[in-house]
């Protein structure tokens, strides 16, 4: 019974995550069509802007995670600028330009933080939540799953009671009937991959003083993002929040009760899955041509 | 007393005494302010280190090639070393193969063919089992940290310093010792042959014999977000001991149990990055954790406990220069270069075959921590792994410490067998 609630409360806790790590890849594709793979990289490069920022020069936790997101933005605004708008009718030149920047980033994360041992952060927030002795959450963890969540929120408000969120959404409808009710593409698409960019600096900034950073560790993040952006369905930003909590729960439970390996197998197994009998996924909206 | 053919070569070919006149006479070169005797006839003997020095692995080569620098530089200044009747400069010749097999052969061969080095220092596993044909035909010299690369047709490999992951028999053993309440362990480990699962073996054979039950053995791939999970489910077995087998994770797992309330003893293969993990969790929740690889400004590595020349001077000329990337390849690729230095002047030639030969021929061949033994028949078919002595280091208020020096030689002469049923139920080549 301990791990058993002990797992539940894992699984929630990754589920905040794996919904960051989705999202901001899903409202790229959804706006853009652009399958951003460096979108695990912009996740690696907040956990290093901590690590560099609190951590080596001793600036207080929320100001550095303020200036992670916008280190973040601003990579995806320019990414958005000189990367993806020249490619907008071609998406396999997005895509390559995502790897692109992918390698760079990688090799950045090592210029600035040297090839030793992977960099730790010390948690901001130390100590642990106690319920009844069996069941244990960090604050750190607390504090990550409730800023994830707040940020998901606030999201979901600007997307549906904002002028700016309705153009995202209709750009990821019709970009040429959006285009056509007179909405600034050029502008809608730098907003997505800031909002995506910035969703992704959170998560690394969050992450950072969970986990060993290194300038590999984009790939975890990358790989989740895949399953959990197909499975919700692709484009949907409520299809990826659901699926990111379910496969939380799947990864969690099937990592404590059989072993990690097979959980990853099972995560990937249920993408293909959902690939052969459900296309669009859970969410997602079959599109006629 | 006779002398032995061992203890001469002891007593001529020590490596503290070629080490303590270096030394000596780098000292004496500094202090004068005279030319160095010698320099402008000087030849110059490269040394090869084919290494992953970027990517996941790079901790665990950038590092040594850092530590050989230091330490062929300070032979240099002090006029290099003697062998047979010329002196020679060391040069270090490196290839990052950034823990990739083609690019290991590529390293090797550019190495050999175009660097002309006399020895090839690599880490070991699936990037020297690409090169070993092309080693082997060669007659070139080659080192590993892992002795499982070592096969019945690998003449010219040896594992003369880091005996991965063997030594960790040594932590078992005191641990049962001193805390004989420990009655149960759980073992977490990387799902690979190279690494995890051999040192899940040793681990599994150590616990046996000390009489510790093994509760669980968790394998886990390199692609853990999150350790929360897995140690959730090892601690439902209520194990007295948490073993982590190797190092890459140490941090966020001792995190987690940290944070999971975890009360028993923690046994680790390494934990470099001790002082995060003290970051992350507590100076008190740390104290006692056991693992295997010392701070080289440990006082307990004194002249007759370890055979390394000025540790802690060592250890501070690397943090001065590379603070923050020290991990155990630092001092290790450095003793492997003392080695064939020693050697190569019992040879008194350079070349390969002559310095192997050298080599094999001393039965009681200098390790780190003092004289150890070829070894290695038994479990992969050929005596080229050099084991010895190793210490059990152990947290004490922060700072890590070595608690005791153990003989692995020992617990395998007497263990090698169980040693060998555990490698064979995780599908590990023996002989």
Same mark, same amino acid.
């Given at each position: 019974?301990?791990?058993?609630?002990?797992?539940?409360?894992?699984?929630?806790?990754?589920?905040?995550?794996?919904?960051?790590?989705?999202?901001?890849?899903?409202?790229?594709?959804?706006?853009?069509?652009?399958?951003?793979?460096?979108?695990?990289?912009?996740?690696?490069?907040?956990?290093?802007?901590?690590?560099?920022?609190?951590?080596?020069?001793?600036?207080?936790?929320?100001?550095?995670?303020?200036?992670?997101?916008?280190?973040?933005?601003?990579?995806?605004?320019?990414?958005?600028?000189?990367?993806?708008?020249?490619?907008?009718?071609?998406?396999?030149?997005?895509?390559?330009?995502?790897? @692109?920047? !992918?390698?760079?980033?990688?090799?950045?994360?090592?210029?600035?933080?040297?090839?030793?041992?992977?960099?730790?952060?010390?948690?901001?927030?130390?100590?642990?939540? #106690?319920?009844?002795?069996?069941?244990?959450?960090?604050?750190?963890?607390?504090?990550?799953?409730?800023?994830?969540?707040?940020? +998901?929120?606030?999201?979901?408000?600007? !997307?549906?009671?904002?002028?700016?969120?309705?153009?995202?959404?209709?750009? /990821?409808?019709?970009?040429?009937?959006?285009?056509?009710?007179?909405?600034?593409?050029?502008?809608?698409?730098?907003?997505?991959? @800031?909002?995506?960019?910035?969703?992704?600096?959170?998560?690394?900034?969050?992450?950072?003083?969970?986990?060993?950073?290194?300038?590999?560790?984009?790939?975890?993040?990358?790989?989740?993002?895949?399953?959990?952006?197909?499975?919700?369905?692709?484009?949907?930003?409520?299809?990826?929040?659901?699926?990111?909590?379910?496969?939380?729960?799947?990864?969690?439970?099937?990592?404590?009760?059989?072993?990690?390996?097979?959980?990853?197998?099972?995560?990937?197994?249920?993408?293909?899955?959902?690939?052969?009998?459900?296309?669009?996924?859970?969410?997602?909206?079959?599109?006629?041509? | 007393?006779?002398?032995?053919?061992?203890?001469?070569?002891?007593?001529?070919?020590?490596?503290?005494?070629?080490?303590?006149?270096?030394?000596?006479?780098?000292?004496?070169?500094?202090?004068?302010?005279?030319?160095? #005797?010698?320099? /402008?006839?000087?030849?110059?003997?490269?040394?090869?280190?084919?290494?992953?020095?970027?990517?996941?692995?790079?901790?665990?080569?950038?590092? @040594?090639?850092?530590?050989?620098?230091?330490?062929?530089?300070?032979?240099?200044?002090?006029?290099?070393?003697?062998?047979?009747?010329?002196?020679?400069?060391?040069?270090?010749?490196?290839?990052?193969?950034?823990? &990739?097999?083609?690019?290991?052969?590529?390293?090797?061969?550019?190495?050999?063919?175009?660097?002309?080095?006399?020895?090839?220092?690599?880490?070991?596993?699936?990037?020297?089992?690409?090169?070993?044909?092309?080693?082997?035909?060669?007659?070139?010299?080659?080192?590993?940290?892992?002795?499982?690369?070592?096969?019945?047709?690998?003449?010219?490999?040896?594992?003369?310093?880091?005996?991965?992951?063997?030594?960790?028999?040594?932590?078992?053993?005191?641990?049962?010792?001193? $805390?004989?309440?420990?009655?149960?362990?759980?073992?977490?480990?990387?799902?690979?042959?190279?690494?995890?699962?051999?040192?899940?073996?040793?681990?599994?054979?150590?616990?046996?014999?000390?009489?510790?039950?093994?509760?669980?053995?968790? $394998?886990?791939?390199?692609?853990?977000?999150?350790?929360?999970?897995?140690?959730?489910? +090892?601690?439902?077995?209520?194990?007295?001991?948490?073993?982590?087998?190797?190092?890459?994770?140490?941090?966020?797992?001792?995190?987690?149990?940290?944070?999971?309330?975890?009360?028993?003893?923690? #046994?680790?293969?390494?934990?470099?990055?001790?002082?995060?993990?003290?970051?992350?969790?507590?100076?008190?929740?740390?104290?006692?954790?056991?693992?295997?690889?010392? &701070?080289?400004?440990?006082?307990?590595?004194?002249?007759?406990?370890?055979?390394?020349?000025?540790?802690?001077?060592?250890?501070?000329?690397?943090?001065?220069?590379?603070?923050?990337?020290?991990?155990?390849?630092?001092?290790?690729?450095?003793?492997?270069?003392?080695?064939?230095?020693?050697?190569?002047?019992?040879?008194?030639?350079?070349?390969?075959?002559?310095?192997?030969?050298?080599?094999?021929?001393?039965?009681?061949?200098?390790?780190?921590?003092?004289?150890?033994?070829?070894?290695?028949?038994?479990?992969?078919?050929?005596?080229?792994?050099?084991?010895?002595?190793?210490?059990?280091?152990?947290?004490?208020?922060?700072?890590?410490?070595?608690?005791?020096?153990?003989?692995?030689?020992?617990?395998?002469?007497?263990?090698?067998? #169980?040693?060998?049923?555990?490698?064979?139920?995780?599908?590990?080549?023996?002989?």
């Amino acid at each position: 019974m301990e791990l058993f609630l002990q797992s539940v409360v894992n699984s929630f806790i990754q589920g905040g995550f794996f919904s960051l790590w989705a999202v901001g890849l899903v409202l790229v594709f959804g706006v853009m069509g652009v399958v951003n793979f460096a979108h695990g990289e912009l996740v690696m490069v907040g956990a290093y802007s901590i690590w560099v920022l609190h951590a080596q020069y001793g600036l207080p936790y929320i100001p550095a995670l303020c200036m992670a997101v916008l280190l973040v933005t601003t990579i995806g605004v320019l990414m958005e600028r000189f990367l993806f708008r020249p490619k907008r009718e071609d998406p396999l030149g997005g895509l390559i330009n995502s790897l @692109g920047v !992918l390698f760079i980033l990688q090799v950045a994360a090592h210029v600035v933080g040297g090839t030793g041992p992977a960099k730790q952060v010390a948690p901001p927030f130390s100590g642990t939540f #106690v319920i009844e002795e069996f069941l244990r959450v960090p604050y750190q963890r607390l504090f990550a799953v409730a800023v994830s969540v707040a940020a +998901l929120g606030l999201l979901w408000f600007f !997307l549906t009671r904002t002028r700016l969120g309705w153009s995202l959404r209709a750009m /990821a409808q019709d970009r040429e009937a959006a285009a056509l009710q007179g909405i600034n593409i050029n502008r809608t698409s730098m907003i997505a991959i @800031g909002v995506s960019g910035a969703l992704a600096g959170l998560a690394g900034a969050l992450m950072a003083p969970m986990t060993s950073i290194h300038p590999h560790m984009g790939h975890n993040v990358i790989i989740t993002a895949f399953i959990v952006t197909i499975v919700g369905g692709i484009g949907s930003l409520s299809g990826a929040v659901l699926a990111a909590v379910l496969y939380a729960f799947l990864h969690t439970f099937v990592t404590a009760y059989i072993s990690g390996t097979v959980a990853t197998m099972s995560g990937l197994l249920i993408m293909v899955l959902v690939l052969i009998v459900k296309p669009t996924g859970i969410m997602g909206k079959r599109v006629s041509e | 007393m006779t002398k032995t053919p061992t203890s001469v070569f002891r007593q001529r070919f020590s490596r503290r005494r070629f080490l303590g006149t270096t030394l000596a006479g780098m000292g004496a070169a500094l202090t004068t302010g005279l030319p160095k #005797v010698g320099l /402008a006839d000087a030849k110059t003997v490269r040394l090869g280190m084919n290494i992953p020095m970027t990517g996941d692995y790079a901790p665990w080569g950038l590092p @040594g090639l850092y530590g050989c620098e230091i330490v062929a530089a300070n032979i240099n200044a002090a006029g290099g070393v003697k062998i047979g009747n010329d002196t020679y400069m060391i040069e270090m010749a490196s290839y990052d193969h950034g823990y &990739d097999t083609e690019k290991s052969v590529q390293g090797f061969k550019k190495l050999v063919l175009e660097d002309d080095v006399k020895m090839v220092m690599m880490l070991g596993g699936s990037t020297v089992a690409s090169i070993i044909p092309w080693a082997m035909r060669k007659k070139m010299l080659t080192t590993t940290l892992l002795p499982s690369d070592i096969t019945p047709d690998t003449e010219y490999l040896v594992a003369t310093c880091e005996s991965h992951p063997l030594y960790n028999v040594t932590g078992v053993e005191w641990l049962a010792d001193k $805390f004989p309440e420990a009655k149960t362990a759980a073992i977490i480990t990387t799902n690979d042959i190279e690494y995890g699962k051999q040192s899940a073996a040793t681990y599994n054979a150590a616990f046996e014999v000390a009489g510790i039950d093994v509760v669980d053995v968790n $394998f886990h791939g390199f692609d853990v977000a999150d350790f929360a999970p897995i140690v959730s489910s +090892l601690l439902s077995k209520k194990p007295d001991v948490f073993c982590m087998a190797t190092d890459v994770y140490t941090t966020p797992i001792i995190e987690q149990l940290f944070h999971q309330g975890f009360k028993g003893k923690i #046994v680790s293969c390494t934990c470099d990055g001790y002082l995060d993990v003290i970051a992350k969790t507590s100076k008190e929740f740390v104290e006692g954790l056991t693992f295997q690889f010392p &701070d080289f400004d440990d006082p307990a590595l004194t002249p007759d406990k370890a055979d390394f020349p000025d540790p802690a001077g060592f250890d501070a000329a690397f943090n001065k220069d590379h603070a923050g990337e020290w991990s155990a390849v630092a001092w290790e690729y450095p003793s492997i270069l003392l080695n064939w230095i020693e050697a190569a002047q019992a040879a008194g030639s350079i070349e390969p075959e002559p310095v192997l030969s050298a080599m094999k021929a001393n039965s009681s061949p200098a390790h780190t921590f003092g004289p150890g033994k070829w070894w290695g028949a038994d479990l992969w078919g050929l005596d080229n792994a050099v084991v010895g002595n190793w210490p059990v280091v152990a947290i004490n208020d922060g700072k890590a410490r070595i608690q005791e020096y153990r003989s692995v030689y020992d617990w395998l002469q007497n263990n090698a067998g #169980v040693l060998k049923k555990h490698m064979q139920a995780l599908d590990l080549r023996t002989v």
